[in-house]
C-alpha cells in the first residue's frame, strides 16, 4: 500500500517567508508526527497527533512554527517568518496509535532557508 | 543534553563479515528502543526493536542486544551485504504518558564493502 507522503520534496525560501510543509499519512494511522533533522544531528520531534485529541506541541522550537491536522488525515507545518537556522529536512511520519507503535516515515522535505 | 548517542559517526565493514554498531543512553526511563535505517532522499525506515523486559531479539541477519545495567544497545548484522550500506539511527522511548516521543542518536554511516 501507499507509504506516508510529502510535498514538496524540496523547497528554497528567503529569510522572513511563510513556508509551508505537507504530510499524507498512511491511511488508517490515527498517529501522526512531525520531526526535524537538521544538518549532522538526529532527528528531533516537534509534534504529534492523536486522533481527535489535542496535539503534543512540545518540540516546537518557537511559535513562528505551528501545525494542523485536518480531518485525522493530511497534516501541514507552518513556518512563519523562516530564519537561516531553519534550514532542515523536515520528516514526518504516521503509526497506527500511541502504545509504542511503530512510526512509518516519509521521504521528508529538505527545507533551505536563504 | 544528548539522551541517546551513538559515538561512532561511521564504520566500514567487508562484505560477509559482521557489522556491530553501538548505541548508548542516559535517560532511564526509556524502555523501548529502536534501530531505523535511513538511505540518502528517503525517510527512514524501521528495522528492529527491542523491549527492555528483554535482552535480545532477532529478525533475520540483525540482532539487537540491549544491556541495560550499562545502558547501552547493540545492532549485529551477520553476515553483511552492500545492500546494508546506510545511516542508522538508534531511538528509544520511555513509558508513560508521552511513549510516542521518540529521542534519536545522530546516526552511524555504514559501508559494507564489496
Known amino acids: 500500500g501507499a507509504g506516508v507522503s510529502q510535498s514538496p520534496s524540496n523547497k528554497v525560501t528567503e529569510k522572513g517567508k511563510d513556508v509551508e510543509l505537507r504530510c499524507d499519512p498512511i491511511s488508517g494511522h490515527t498517529a501522526l508526527y512531525w520531526y526535524r533533522q537538521s544538518l549532522g544531528q538526529g532527528l528531533e520531534f516537534l509534534i504529534y497527533?492523536?486522533?481527535?485529541?489535542?496535539?503534543?506541541k512540545s518540540g516546537l522550537p518557537s511559535d513562528r512554527f505551528s501545525a494542523e491536522r485536518t480531518g485525522g488525515s493530511v497534516s501541514t507545518l507552518t513556518i512563519q517568518r523562516t530564519q537561516q537556522e531553519d534550514s532542515a529536512v523536515y520528516l514526518c511520519?504516521?503509526?497506527?496509535?500511541?502504545?509504542?507503535?511503530?512510526?512509518?516515515f516519509g521521504p521528508g522535505t529538505r527545507l533551505l532557508v536563504l | 543534553d544528548q539522551q541517546v548517542k551513538q559515538n561512532s559517526p561511521s564504520l566500514s565493514v567487508q562484505e560477509g563479515r559482521i557489522s556491530i554498531l553501538n548505541c548508548d543512553y542516559t535517560?532511564?526511563?526509556?524502555?523501548?528502543f529502536l534501530w531505523y535505517k535511513k538511505y540518502p532522499a528517503e525517510g527512514p525506515t524501521f528495522l528492529i526493536s527491542i523491549s527492555s523486559i528483554k535482552d535480545k531479539n532477532e529478525d533475520g541477519r540483525f540482532t539487537v542486544f540491549l544491556n541495560k545495567s550499562a545502558k547501552h544497545l547493540s545492532l549485529h548484522i551477520v553476515p553483511s551485504q552492500p545492500g546494508d550500506s546506510a545511516v542508522y539511527f538508534c531511538a528509544a522511548s520511555g513509558s508513560g504518558g508521552s511513549n510516542y516521543k521518540l529521542t534519536f542518536g545522530k546516526g552511524t554511516l555504514l559501508t559494507v564493502n564489496p
Open positions: 535517560n532511564s526511563m526509556f524502555d523501548y
Open positions: 497527533f492523536q486522533g481527535n485529541s489535542a496535539p503534543d
Open positions: 511520519a504516521s503509526s497506527l496509535g500511541r502504545w509504542q507503535e511503530t512510526q512509518y
